[in-house]
């Protein structure tokens, strides 16, 4: 098993910044790959940014210029970056956890809103 806790979120202006972080506890060494996704109202769970499966850092490409993932594996943390926020980035951001059965964790959640 494994618990993942985010935290960071918060309400925002335009062209801000914040930073996301997701600490995991249980089976550390049972997990593969890390990543953050987002849930906007009435839209779709999405993937954000996520570690390769060499441990490259890799956001999507909308997003590519704005938002970065990191990782401090001695705090069991992963990171989300995120510069010059738009109203269009409003909302939930989760993090993931993916282990060596293929068994797929989220978090629960932290909302983040982007508003004048």
């Known amino acids: 098993q494994v618990q993942l806790v985010e935290s960071g979120g918060g309400s925002v202006s335009p062209g801000g910044s914040l930073r996301l972080s997701c600490t995991a506890s249980?089976?550390?060494?049972?997990?593969?790959?890390m990543a953050w996704f987002r849930q906007a109202p009435r839209k779709q769970r999405e993937m954000v940014a996520a570690f390769t499966d060499d441990g490259s850092p890799y956001s999507v490409d909308p997003l590519k210029s704005r938002f970065t993932i990191s990782d401090d594996s001695a705090r069991n943390t992963i990171y989300l970056q995120m510069n010059n926020l738009v109203p269009e980035d409003t909302a939930v951001y989760y993090c993931?956890?993916?282990?060596?059965?293929?068994?797929?964790?989220w978090g629960q959640g932290t909302q983040v809103t982007v508003s004048s």
């Open positions: 993931t956890a993916v282990d060596h059965s293929k068994t797929q964790y």
């Open positions: 249980g089976s550390i060494p049972s997990v593969n790959h």
